[in-house]
């Protein structure tokens, strides 16, 4: 159902000694998995998640999405793709000004869906995640648990055929990740395909789901019941002794000359360059306002806004969160002309 074939990404191919963040990567996910990518900060998980959707786009080889070869999609076509994939994020990324249940519906708004389909799927999606009874409340009075929980109900109440889980629990109590967890195997049982990047060991290690592991853009171990290891948790190896970069790269190379200043040895810091989520009665179903959201600083793939208070939390990695103006890969996306489906524009 998901065939990454051959799969180069290299972010920055321009620069004195780029780095591929996925390199030479061929994975298969079947219809109805629940697949586990663990692997050290920087590994490349998501990466290769971001592909399915094209929030980013491979340098080479193939990557298919349900019978559809999205390598190369046209930024046109990628709204369509985007209605099977639902994406949940570590910071939940929810719009701080709109209620729990205009957040699930804005991602139905986007899309241009009729208002009564709203009024059948917004509470369907709220009472798979268990938050029917706070249809009405803003996310400021949500628990941790809970707007991830909204960030569930909001990307499956489309019914996608993925989705797609980018560190999910990594700022949620372990109780509260479990809880998360028992969330999504009720909708894998239903038949979605979930493909979850996570450092969360206990969750690994409980679900015994099929476990790839990637490490410095490469799979390199693949289990059907896998388990967690403590490499899982480590750093990538910038700090590992890298040999000098061949004469001719030297000579040749004449911008961007930062990443082998880094390391102070005039090698690059890494050469891997090969070279390369029942109808509620309190549920404000009134017509909601589509307008523009001001308050809103950037936009998430599963059909949210990323709200300016969230953008606050901190992810675990060295990176700050996915999609904040640290992370350049909305940056990315924009400037490839290749647009989040339910993006606002300012
Ligand atoms: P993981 O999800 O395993 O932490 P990522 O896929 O986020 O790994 O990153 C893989 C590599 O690609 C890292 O070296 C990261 O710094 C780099 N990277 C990710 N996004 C970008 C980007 N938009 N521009 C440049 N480099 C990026």
Not at 28 to 38: D, N, Q
Not at 51 to 74: E, F, H, N, P, W
């Amino acid at each position: 159902m998901i065939q990454w074939s051959d799969v180069v990404v290299c972010y920055e191919p321009d620069v004195r000694y780029p780095v591929n963040a996925l390199d030479h990567v061929s994975l298969r996910v079947g219809a109805g998995e629940w697949v586990f990518f663990v692997g050290p900060s920087g590994a490349g998980k998501s990466t290769l998640l971001k592909l399915v959707y094209c929030g980013a786009r491979a340098t080479s080889g193939k990557i298919v999405v349900d019978d559809q070869d999205v390598t190369r999609l046209a930024a046109r076509e990628i709204p369509l793709l985007r209605r099977k994939v639902g994406v949940i994020f570590q910071d939940f990324q929810l719009l701080a000004q709109k209620t729990v249940w205009e957040n699930v519906a804005f991602a139905l708004q986007v899309i241009g869906a009729p208002q009564k389909r709203l009024v059948r799927d917004v509470p369907r999606a709220l009472e798979t995640v268990g938050l029917t009874h706070k249809a009405g409340a803003q996310p400021h009075e949500l628990s941790g648990g809970e707007a991830q929980r909204v960030a569930i109900a909001r990307a499956i109440v489309n019914d996608p055929k993925i989705l797609i889980a980018d560190e999910p629990t990594g700022n949620l109590d372990p109780q509260t990740a479990a809880d998360i967890a028992q969330v999504l195997r009720k909708i894998n049982e239903r038949g979605t395909t979930i493909l979850m990047a996570t450092h969360d060991r206990a969750l690994v290690d409980a679900m015994k789901n099929r476990v790839v592991r990637i490490a410095e853009g490469r799979v390199v171990s693949d289990e059907a019941q896998g388990v967690y290891h403590p490499e899982d948790d480590e750093p990538r190896s910038d700090a590992l002794p890298t040999p000098a970069p061949p004469a001719s790269s030297v000579i040749s190379a004449t911008r961007n000359s930062s990443a082998a200043d880094a390391t102070g040895t005039g090698a690059p810091s890494r050469v891997r360059v090969s070279v390369a989520p029942a109808p509620v009665a309190a549920a404000p179903v009134a017509p909601i306002s589509v307008t523009p959201d001001t308050s809103v600083s950037g936009i998430a793939a599963d059909g949210a806004a990323r709200a300016d208070d969230n953008a606050a939390a901190k992810a675990r990695d060295h990176k700050a969160p996915i999609g904040s103006p640290e992370n350049p890969i909305v940056q990315l996306e924009r400037s490839s002309d290749n647009k989040l489906p339910h993006e606002v524009e300012r």
